[in-house]
């Protein structure tokens, strides 16, 4: 991710609109009234200073895991930001990619694999690079995690979401299966105080259901990452956060591993039925619905489906909703101990 502090960017007069219809912590009224006084632009300020810049890249993750099982190898690219590179970890077992290819690899008994193109700092721009890079070793699975930047940077949504789509429209139509896990609620990083932090909050939900309505409508799967760690953060940052107190460690890193592993399984055909069609729309939404609900519930994922074997009702494409349980969550490694790559194996 990017520098805190450029959430203040994009003008007063948006601030103040946003600020106004923004109903987090105090609510509207009091956002409106401290954007007024400056206090965004001082809160800017010190979050610049609270949280470091990216120095030492992340520990390379690429290889082949489970190299000893029988088949061949599922290959899978890793695309995205610094989530996605696993800045903030020291170890290559601890990043997403290494966690999710381990998983990945004992689920399928069968080798995976491994290419990461995620480049730290990277806005959704950048990820069509990423993409011509992958297809260049013929992806089966790409995983991709994007937005937390376009937030910081003040991106257009409509701008960050177009880039996206086309990376995903890319891979698709390459024949490789896309999981997109959506934009972090960056209102949980705690140098970022409010009001700053609500409005933080407020558009990285709309960021990421607006990636979900994108990424659906584009044949790929996501997976809301919300404020999953929020709570543990608060309850124990010292564990949770990384040294930055920006990104996750490598007990972060592996809550949200376990929460994409089983979307990426569905989406490779080994979980549940890759495009449900179901006999009643019990358990699904419009897409723009579901989309909205996604982003207020850390976890859940979101999928194209079809009722009476359609694929459209009156409020547009029907999404199935599923929120999994995942192993991880309840029991993170000890302090001191270093993240194992089979926590992410136990997923129901």
Not at 259 to 287: D, I, K, N
Not at 299 to 307: C, K
Request: charged residues 20%.
């Amino acid at each position: 991710m990017g520098d805190a502090g450029s959430v203040a960017h994009g003008g007063w007069q948006r601030a103040r609109r946003i600020a106004r219809v923004t109903a987090i912590g105090t609510g509207a009224t009091v956002a409106a009234t401290v954007v007024t006084g400056g206090v965004l632009l001082g809160q800017a300020r010190q979050a610049r200073r609270t949280i470091p810049m990216a120095e030492a890249p992340p520990p390379r993750c690429d290889g082949v895991y489970g190299a000893k099982l029988p088949g061949p190898p599922v290959t899978m690219v890793i695309l995205g930001d610094s989530s996605a590179a696993g800045y903030g970890v020291h170890r290559r077992r601890e990043t997403p990619g290494a966690l999710l290819a381990t998983g990945l690899s004992r689920r399928l008994h069968r080798p995976v694999r491994l290419h990461r193109f995620a480049v730290v700092g990277a806005l959704s721009a950048g990820l069509r690079p990423q993409v011509e890079s992958a297809l260049e070793v013929e992806p089966d699975i790409a995983v991709v995690l994007v937005g937390g930047n376009d937030v910081t940077n003040r991106t257009p949504l409509s701008v960050a979401v177009r880039y996206l789509v086309d990376a995903v429209r890319t891979l698709r139509a390459a024949g490789c299966e896309v999981v997109v896990g959506t934009c972090p609620d960056l209102g949980a990083i705690r140098p970022i105080q409010p009001p700053l932090r609500w409005l933080a909050r407020r558009w990285s939900r709309q960021l990421a259901a607006a990636q979900t309505m994108a990424v659906v409508e584009a044949g790929g799967w996501t997976v809301s990452l919300g404020d999953l760690l929020g709570p543990r953060f608060a309850a124990e940052p010292t564990r949770m956060f990384a040294w930055d107190r920006f990104h996750p460690s490598a007990e972060g890193y592996a809550v949200a591993a376990a929460a994409l592993l089983p979307t990426v399984l569905s989406a490779l055909g080994a979980g549940q039925e890759r495009r449900p069609s179901l006999a009643h729309a019990e358990g699904v939404r419009s897409l723009p619905e579901a989309a909205q609900e996604a982003a207020r519930h850390a976890g859940t994922e979101v999928s194209a489906a079809q009722v009476r074997g359609r694929e459209r009702g009156p409020g547009g494409r029907w999404a199935q909703l599923r929120r999994r349980a995942f192993f991880g969550v309840g029991a993170a490694p000890q302090p001191g101990a270093a993240a194992d790559p089979a926590q992410v194996e136990g997923l129901a």
